[in-house]
């Protein structure tokens, strides 16, 4: 049952392939994207969404904050990203211009569930992207967009949150086309890169060995930080939340730029840090970032893209993944991570499938 794998989560990030050709698949022809079967908004109504609010809990709410700069880079429209516990309670401004994404792998946690409710019922659209058919958030949303990773059972959530952002990718190139902020060729060519991901993601599988060896030498830790600017923030918060999750060591995500403002005095010789360095825009950035930790002492495993000979310079060990757009990036980024997770739980000996306190699916508050 878990297909030669010693643990679920271990077959569910080999399966990441898989899950993100299986949620591509039907939704793109020839360079376009047809969500049509779906999301039953017409033209008029995508061209007056006015603002979008992306609204989950805890590994889908992290695809949600990839979601705010995917749509508004896209679609160039207004995104807030809430954890729907607080959502529900903090009176958001809701309007029948509003649509509500909201995202969950099971369909059924409860405060995503009631969050949902209470934006239906302000008049809002609401679009779930889900892993299950049938679930309750499946059922009460108006439109529904399946992420075909199949069932996960680790309580880490690995291959969903790959497929959420292939769901979220493919939401906002739908409105992008309709919306046209960008030009068709320029759209085309995000598709294209987009199909791209299954193979690159079997690619970065391949690291695991390195992966696991960096892994096993920190798994003695007590703290690590995880460092990132822009979307890699959003990565480093998942990578972060997936560590503490199952290998009980204390870890924070910190936007680089933040460093300064408090956190850096909490870096000290040895401490593992492990420094995205994946999205251009910031690339310089990010490097004089790393070596403010470096400076302290810090041992750092660098994650950047394929030709990046540079980094090798500054951190203890690099990770590439292959090249692709930048916005495209926390696919593969987000892999690395998963495997480090693992295997700093493998060697900590504790239980990967079922870490402690946690359930699969939150039905209560
Ligand atoms: C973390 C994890 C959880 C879930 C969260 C939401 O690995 O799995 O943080 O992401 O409980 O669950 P769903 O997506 O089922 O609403």
Known sequence: EKGGFDHFMMKEIHEQPKAIRDTLSGRVKEGVVDLSQEVGLTPEQIKGIEKIHFVACGTAYHAGLIGKYVMEDLARIPVECDVASEYRYRNPIITDKTLVVVVSQSGETADTLA??????????????????????????????????????IAVASTKAYT?????????????????????????????????ELPAKAEAVLKQEAQIAQFARGIATSEHLFFLGRGMDYAVALEGSLKLKEISYIHSEAYAAGELKHGTLALIEENIPVVALATQHAVYEKMVSNIQEVKARGAKVLGIAVEGNHELQKTV???IHIPKTIDLLA????????????????????????????????????
């Open 115 to 152: 969050a949902l409710r209470e934006a239906k019922s302000q008049g809002a659209r609401v679009i779930a992207i889900t892993n299950v058919v049938g679930s309750s958030v499946a059922r009460e949303a108006d439109d529904v967009i399946i992420t075909w990773a199949g069932p996960e």
């Open 163 to 195: 497929s959420q952002l292939i769901a979220i990718y493919l939401l906002s190139l739908y409105f992008a086309q309709v919306r046209g902020p960008k030009a068709v060729s320029e759209l085309s060519e995000i598709v294209s890169h987009l199909l």
């Open 316 to 318: 203890d060990e690099v």
């Open 330 to 365: 926390p696919v593969l980024t987000v892999i690395p991570l998963q495997l480090f997770a693992y295997y700093a739980c493998v060697e900590r000996g504790y239980d990967v499938d079922k870490p402690r306190n946690l359930a699969k699916s939150v039905t209560v508050e």
